[in-house]
């Protein structure tokens, strides 16, 4: 399948964020607020940077891999994957209910997802697992590429809050050693965690300087605006011999006014007027993107 245009993109977006305000509403639960500022970002692996995905052969080797580490933020995963063709609309729909395969964090029983996760500092050990894999399976599976490089990529997304977990700098450090050019960890950097402001729980800032010091390649994007996002992507050099780490500065809640940038929207349930409310300033730019698009 094509990477999508960036209008489709956009648009694929926004009927994916309907999609989440609608689910997380009817299931009573989810971290909405995270799901809402990573959500582009997702959109745009899906559907414009990952390789090899295809629901009919999930398993397919030469895939392009993606980790959730934020699990937390499973709901974003779920409506990407239903538009990419894993998951059923009525599957999807179970959410919250009794004897559904979909639960609050990802399992590896949903199809296209890669891992169980959800347990914060653990996605890019797992990662890097991966990467390494690729490097060392490259001759298996090549086809066009130079010998030795690796086939498929593996990507990581991160939050902000997560990076207080020491695990993620042993891995950070062994990435490095080991040059996967082929690992891209990716920080949703909505500045708001749980307990608050990151900056007044455990201070990040310089993120940029830290992991450049680990001696990975970082860059930094606006994770609200999808040109950005697709431009950072599409520069990364995968035979640099470094790992990549963009630094995506997104907005808790994004897409949904009474939302942005709200803590308490971290894990929050809307109630029947919010959720109609947030509808329908989604479905207000939808329409307004068909709109543009078809003058």
């Known amino acids: 399948m ?16 309907k999609r989440l305000v609608e689910v997380v509403y009817r299931a009573k639960a989810g ?48 409506v990407t994957l239903e538009a990419k063709g894993f998951l059923k609309p009525e599957v999807l729909d179970t959410l919250g209910r009794y004897g559904s395969i979909l639960s609050g964090h990802p399992t590896i029983e949903v199809p296209g997802i890669e891992v169980n996760s959800g ?22 599976y090549l086809t066009k590429e130079p010998a030795g490089q690796p086939r498929y990529r593996t990507f990581v997304l991160m939050g902000d809050g997560e990076q207080g977990e020491g695990s993620i700098y042993e891995a950070a450090m062994a990435a490095n050693k080991y040059g996967l050019d082929n690992l891209v960890a990716i920080i949703d950097r909505n500045h708001l965690q749980i307990s608050g402001d990151t900056e007044d729980v455990m201070p990040l800032d310089s993120i ?18 999808m040109a950005d996002i697709v431009g950072t992507f599409d520069a990364i050099d995968y035979h640099n011999g470094r790992p990549h780490l963009i630094v995506s500065e997104t907005t808790k809640g994004r897409g949904v006014s009474f939302m942005e940038g ?27 993107m068909s709109k543009n698009k078809a003058g």
């Open 119 to 140: 347990a914060l500092g653990h996605g890019l050990s797992i990662g890097i697992g991966m990467a390494i894999a690729a490097k060392m399976d490259a001759g298996a």
């Open 31 to 78: 971290h909405i607020g995270g799901d809402l500022s990573c959500l582009n970002v997702m959109t745009a692996l899906y559907f414009h940077v990952m390789q090899g995905l295809d629901p009919a052969n999930p398993k397919a080797p030469w895939r392009d891999r993606f980790v959730l580490s934020k699990g937390h933020c499973v709901e974003a995963l779920y």
């Open 208 to 225: 940029r300087e830290r992991w450049t010091a680990f001696g990975w390649d970082v860059v930094s994007m606006n994770g609200d605006d």
């Open 2 to 17: 094509e990477a999508l245009s960036l209008h489709n993109l956009r648009l694929t977006a926004e009927t994916n964020r």
């Open 262 to 288: 709200i803590a308490k929207w971290h894990h929050g349930v809307l109630n029947e007027e919010q959720c109609r409310q947030a509808v329908a300033e989604i479905e207000a730019r939808i329409e307004e």
